[in-house]
């Protein structure tokens, strides 16, 4: 699986953005999808997941409320929408999967090593 994001920027304090992660290679449903965010000297952090239909999502408790994860099978697209952007969300953003094949209802794993693969970050940078 190829995994492709896009969609960071500049955004000021309040704002929103909405990050995209576009998917190739496999059937797009067999996998969970995650986002996670690393921001200079940080550890890797998880963001949020959704499970391969779509119907079962998980989140950090820093974005519930904020930001929403949500999936296109048909386009083979995981979209990160971030609203009420804080400065502490300035991070690279990483979209992340990993095959769950018939367990596609099941709520998806917050952990980073379950997922196998991951695509390049982009940059979420809000201003004060």
């Known amino acids: 699986v190829q995994l492709q994001a896009s969609g960071g920027g500049l955004v000021q304090a309040g704002g929103s953005l909405r990050l995209s992660c576009a998917a190739s290679?496999?059937?797009?449903?067999?996998?969970?999808m995650g986002w996670f965010r690393q921001a200079p000297g940080k550890e890797r952090e998880f963001i949020a997941a959704?499970?391969?239909?779509?119907?079962?999502?998980n989140y950090a408790d820093s974005v519930k409320d904020r930001f929403t994860i949500s999936r296109d099978n048909a386009r083979n697209t995981v979209h990160l929408q971030m609203n009420t952007l804080k400065p502490e969300d300035t991070a690279a953003y990483f979209c992340?999967?990993?095959?769950?094949?018939?367990?596609?209802?099941?709520?998806?794993?917050?952990?980073?090593?379950?997922?196998?693969?991951w695509g390049q970050g982009t940059q979420v940078t809000v201003s004060s």
């Open positions: 992340a999967a990993y095959y769950s094949g018939a367990d596609h209802d099941r709520r998806p794993d917050w952990r980073s090593d379950e997922y196998a693969y």
């Open positions: 290679g496999r059937t797009f449903s067999w996998y969970a």
């Open positions: 959704i499970s391969g239909s779509g119907d079962a999502t």
